[in-house]
């Protein structure tokens, strides 16, 4: 019974949600385009496929995996765990000394990128378009490693109280320059990966992790040091989706480069052949 | 009969490998470094379950419904060839889907409290209501104009990493000028925008539009859509925070 009514609940949250995008969807289509949706049956079915399971994912999420997720990163910054292995809990802490929290926040952000569903879709959408060339888990993995990394670094700069521009500003830099190696074709779908990673999975874990280390670290405020995790998020993964594209496209080169050598081959084969002949 | 089955089942199955790392990575947690018994057992299986079922049928609606759908209205814009009418769709898509976004509404509410506590608005309860709305809907028309811009992008074939680096240039110069206790909520703005629905839709009406149009690479010029919205909120909340 209870969890019939937290479905209700859900549901309803995520009929919210989903509202504005079919007033504007449906509005348009009949006042302004004013032509029948093609297939409009299955499209239907499809949206009611889209909100039961989005409502069954949040719902999921947040009976199973939010309150452990959320428990975990309090105890991971409690002081307490933090110097279960140290001599004496009065002195300060280093920085160092937190580094089951980077290899959680690590872990947490890879982990949670694979699972996001908007990114699942983007994939789909990239590897259809670029006809396979972009394979949708290369770029899920792709992304993962930038999120994981992005997290990582951003839970070392809460816990050493380094100004969050700095980072990001040299990220940028980063990002900039690679603008000019990456292949073309990856760049504008290296800027949306970033904008994916941070949604319905991610940002609740993470900004747990923020928030309780930034309680737990001397010296730090929860309002000011809190934030700025998904910034990192963000931002990582366009450097190592444009990294994985340079790579693929060294890999596709260099292949081609062999297949070169063999069909020049096979060609003096069949020269020589006919010669034969 | 059988096929839809089996489809499903499939779709399950890779459901469950989308999950499978988030799953390890608690348990190794909760096992090996805690070292705690897992509360709750029962209320975990009924969540994983819920978690594996939704994500599936998430995706198998989104390639029947949110996809085609996307696909349809870019390519009957185009064919309609009313730019203007294109234009008030993007700005609706993104105000619409951003502006009642519960993520966006638990950030600025906290952006109130930040500035009520840094001192650049009075610390009454009525003034932080009126801050957090006023941010609500800047970061929503901010969105809006996001995906106006990419849209035109699409529509002209202007170079996407010349903006991306406006922006970004935009963004730092900002970051020096911006009070300090805005800078981390605006950064941080750029990822509440997107949810799990918007992208999907944005992305295909992106990517159909840029298809549709003689000259346009889907590729090259289909995607960045997202990127937008997620990099203008971040200029337009710092400049709120300058304003106020």
């Known amino acids: ?277 | 009969m059988k096929q839809p089955l089996l489809a499903l089942a499939k779709a399950t199955l890779s459901s469950l490998r989308d999950l499978a790392p988030l799953i390890m990575v608690v348990a190794f947690f909760q096992f090996a470094v805690l070292r705690q018994p897992l509360p709750n057992l029962y209320d975990l299986g009924v969540g994983m379950l819920f978690v594996v079922l939704g994500l599936t049928f998430f995706i198998y609606g989104l390639e029947m419904g949110l996809f085609p759908i996307g696909q349809s209205l870019a390519n009957a814009f185009a064919r309609k060839g009313s730019v203007f009418w294109l234009l008030c769709f993007s700005f609706a898509l993104g105000f619409g889907t951003t502006v009642a976004e519960p993520a966006l509404i638990a950030v600025s509410a906290e952006a109130a409290e930040v500035a009520a506590s840094g001192g650049m608005i009075e610390d009454t309860s009525e003034a932080r209501q009126s801050y957090a709305s006023g941010l609500r809907y800047v970061v929503a028309f901010s969105v809006g104009l996001a995906i106006v811009l990419g849209v035109l992008r699409i529509l002209k074939g202007w170079p996407i990493h010349l903006m991306i680096i406006i922006g970004y240039g935009l963004v730092v110069c900002m970051t020096v000028i911006a009070p300090k206790e805005i800078i981390g909520i605006a950064y941080d703005s750029g990822g509440v925008t997107t949810s799990t629905i918007t992208v999907p839709l944005v992305t295909a009406l992106g990517v159909g539009l840029a298809s549709c149009l003689k000259g346009r690479n889907p590729m090259l010029d289909g995607f960045g859509l997202i990127a937008f919205a997620s990099l203008s909120p971040m200029i337009f909340v710092m400049a709120y925070g300058m304003i106020i």
């Open chain 1, 1 to 277: 019974m209870d969890l019939f009514s937290d479905f209700s609940l859900m549901l309803l949250a995520t009929l919210r949600d989903v509202l504005p995008i079919i007033v504007i969807i449906f509005g348009f289509q009949f006042f302004i385009i004013r032509k029948p949706i093609p297939q409009l049956r299955r499209v239907l079915i499809g949206f009611a496929y889209v909100i039961i399971g989005l409502t069954l994912f949040l719902l999921g999420l947040e009976k199973a995996l939010f309150p452990i997720g959320r428990l975990m990163a309090t105890q991971l910054t409690d002081p307490a765990f933090i110097f279960s292995g140290a001599q004496s809990v009065t002195s300060v802490p280093g920085w160092q000394d937190y580094y089951w929290v980077y290899l959680f926040a690590f872990a947490i952000g890879a982990s949670t990128t694979i699972a996001e569903p908007s990114l699942i879709a983007v994939a789909i959408k990239a590897n259809e378009v670029s006809g396979g060339t972009i394979s949708v888990w290369g770029l899920r993995i792709a992304v993962a490693i930038g999120v994981a990394i992005g997290i990582t670094l951003g839970a070392y700069r809460i816990v050493s109280g380094f100004p969050l521009h700095y980072f990001i500003i040299s990220g940028y830099v980063v990002v900039v320059i690679q603008i000019f190696f990456a292949p073309k074709m990856i760049v504008p779908l290296a800027y949306d990966s970033g904008g994916v990673t941070t949604s319905t999975v991610t940002v609740p874990l993470v900004a747990a992790l923020g928030l309780g280390l930034a309680e737990t670290v001397p010296g730090r405020s929860p309002l000011l040091d809190g934030f700025g995790l998904i910034a990192f998020a963000r931002l990582f993964p366009i450097i190592t989706v444009m990294g994985y594209a340079q790579l693929a496209n060294y890999r596709i080169r260099r292949a081609k480069a062999r297949q070169q050598q063999v069909s020049e081959s096979d060609l003096t084969i069949t020269k020589s052949a006919s010669k034969r002949i």
